[in-house]
């Protein structure tokens, strides 16, 4: 996202989604004290900024960058909650406008995912089983996006269901950035690297450099799940991970047996016209 004020979209579309979410969940009724409500805005839409820094000891970016967030959610959280006849939340709530607030969002977070993966590659050593860090700077990149959940639902109620979204999105995708953008001489990252470039001779990668592409990929991924998972569309039960490989699955196996009831009628064919013919004469 390095387009003309990028950072500041990108923050307004993340500010933008927590003053909506506040205003169609924990605080539908409206009955919700202002400044319990803006608290909230600021956790559901900036957690991860609020205590995803800390980790690894680092200021939040709720201080550091505060200028940017912290405006972004006054602004948000006044359009939201106190425009005329609620037509802030009413434009929101348009799909056109939902799209573009979404893609803001996601470019957020999937650059912010990225950053903290790269910050914990260049800080922390490798240990002596293996070339490159891996675990710490993929948890570090999950964990991000995350910190939300466990601040509103506590641990018990944010994990006591299953895996969120959030942490399957980002082992996996920042799994796949860490590995083939940071894993120069392990096998991992060797072996992944080297099966991209093979498809199509390498013109997959479209001449971009091992970092550029794997974030592109990221931001991508990130993007189009956003954007699917929307009530518009699929929903927020969809899973992009697990659901496309479900339904090819469960497609090849409902043909195959179309294809197998297909050979059963038809071997059981010529017994039907023998009967038939005995009970002719």
């Known amino acids: 996202g390095s387009f003309s004020y990028a950072t500041e979209l990108q923050a ?30 600021t956790i559901v839409a900036f957690g991860g900024g609020w205590l995803g820094f800390m980790l690894m000891g680092k200021p939040t970016s709720m201080i550091t960058g505060g200028d940017i967030n912290v405006t972004s959610c006054i602004i948000a959280f006044l359009l939201v909650n ?128 091992d970092i550029t592409f794997a974030h592109v990929i990221a931001a991508g991924f990130m993007q189009l799940a956003g954007i699917m998972m929307l009530p518009n569309f699929l929903g927020p039960t969809f899973n992009p991970i697990v659901d496309p490989p479900t339904w090819v699955g469960q497609t090849i196996a409902a043909l195959l047996r179309v294809e197998e009831h297909e050979e059963v009628v038809k071997s059981s064919s010529p017994k039907k016209e023998v009967d038939h013919e005995i009970q002719s004469n």
């Open 12 to 41: 307004l579309g993340m500010a933008l989604q927590g003053a909506v979410a506040v205003k169609s969940g924990l605080n539908k009724d409206g009955k919700m004290h202002w400044f319990h409500a803006f608290a909230l805005t």
């Open 82 to 209: 106190y425009t005329p006849f609620d037509i802030g939340f009413k434009a929101l709530n348009f799909l056109p406008v939902k799209i573009v607030v979404t893609a803001f969002a996601q470019l957020f977070r999937s650059s912010g995912m990225i950053r903290f993966i790269k910050t914990a590659t260049s800080e922390i050593q490798p240990s002596p089983y293996y070339p490159t860090p891996l675990f710490g700077p993929i948890v570090y990149g999950t964990m991000l996006g995350n910190m939300s959940g466990f601040m509103l639902k506590g641990f018990d109620g944010y994990l006591g269901v299953g895996m969120p979204w959030p942490f399957q999105n980002g082992l996996f995708i920042g799994t796949f950035f860490h590995v083939f953008a940071h894993d120069e001489k392990g096998i991992l990252g060797t072996t992944l690297r080297g099966f991209v470039k093979s498809i199509g001779n390498g013109t997959l990668l479209g001449g971009l450099d």
